[in-house]
C-alpha cells in the first residue's frame, strides 16, 4: 500500500526566516512526486513534479527535491503570502490517480 | 480558459437525499477524476475516468456513481446521500492518463445532515 507522511503537521515562520518541509513515502515504482499548494476553500494548485532521484526544480522561492525515500520543499526567505498548506503526492505506473498526504499548514508571520 | 468548475459549491443534503455534482473542463483533458478531502485526511480518490464511455473506481467508490458521456464533462451522483458523505469534493482533470500533472477545481463543500 502506497503510503506518503508530511511533516511537520504545522509550522509557523517569520517573513524572511527560510525553512523545509518534508514528503516521506513508500511506494513501489514511483513514477513521479508532485507538490501542490492549497489555499483555504481552494482546490490544490499545481506546484512541482518530480520523476526521479537527484532531481531538483525551483520556482520563484520554492525548490523542490527527491531522493528515494523522500522530497523536501525549501522555502527561502518566505514572504506572507507563502501562507497555505503544502501537500505532497505520489503516483506509481499502473496506479488509478495520487496518493496524498495529509499536508503542512504553512504560516509566514509579517 | 476556464479550467476545471464545479457546481455548486455549497450544498446540503438531509440523509437519504440524492444529488449530482457537476464537474466539467475545457482543455480536452482526457483523464478526470473525483477526490473527497476530510479534515486530519489527505484527499482521496473516489472514481476516475481515462476517456469518454470509460470510468473506474478509486479507493472510496462506494455511495457514488460516476459517468463519463463527453470529454468536457464529468459528474458525479450520490443516490443515497448519509451523513459519512459529507466533505469537501475536488475534480481533477489531465491531459492523459500518463500526464500525472492534475488540475483542480474550486470544490464543492457538501454537508449531510
Excluded at chain 1, 514572504?79 to 504553512?106: M, N, Q, W
Excluded at chain 2, 450544498?11 to 479534515?39: F, I
Excluded at chain 2, 458523505?85 to 454537508?111: D, H, I, K, N
Aim: hydrophobic residues 30%; glycine residues 10%; contains cysteine.
Amino acid at each position: 500500500e502506497d503510503q506518503v507522511t508530511q511533516s511537520p503537521e504545522a509550522l509557523r515562520l517569520q517573513e524572511g526566516e527560510s525553512s523545509s518541509l518534508n514528503c516521506s513515502y513508500t511506494v513501489s515504482g514511483l513514477r513521479g512526486l508532485f507538490w501542490y499548494r492549497q489555499d483555504p476553500g481552494k482546490g490544490p494548485e499545481f506546484l512541482f513534479t518530480l520523476y526521479s532521484a537527484g532531481e531538483e526544480k525551483e520556482k520563484e522561492r520554492l525548490k523542490a527535491t527527491l531522493t528515494k525515500k523522500e522530497s523536501f520543499l525549501h522555502i527561502t526567505a518566505p514572504k506572507p503570502e507563502d501562507s497555505a498548506t503544502y501537500l505532497c503526492a505520489v503516483i506509481r505506473g499502473g496506479a488509478d490517480g495520487l496518493t496524498f498526504g495529509k499536508g503542512t499548514h504553512l504560516i509566514i508571520q509579517p | 480558459n476556464a479550467g476545471v468548475t464545479q457546481t455548486p459549491k455549497f450544498q446540503v443534503l438531509k440523509t437519504g437525499q440524492s444529488m449530482t455534482l457537476q464537474c466539467a473542463q475545457d482543455m480536452n483533458h482526457e483523464y478526470m477524476s473525483w477526490y473527497r478531502q476530510d479534515p486530519g485526511m489527505g484527499l482521496r480518490l473516489i472514481h476516475y475516468s481515462v476517456g469518454a464511455g470509460i470510468t473506474d473506481q478509486g479507493e472510496v467508490p462506494n455511495g457514488y456513481n460516476v459517468s463519463r458521456s463527453t470529454t468536457e464533462d464529468f459528474p458525479l451522483r450520490l443516490l443515497s446521500a448519509a451523513p459519512s458523505q459529507t466533505s469537501v469534493y475536488f475534480c481533477a482533470s489531465s491531459y492523459s492518463p500518463t500526464s500525472y500533472e492534475q488540475y483542480f477545481g474550486p470544490g464543492t463543500r457538501l454537508t449531510v445532515t
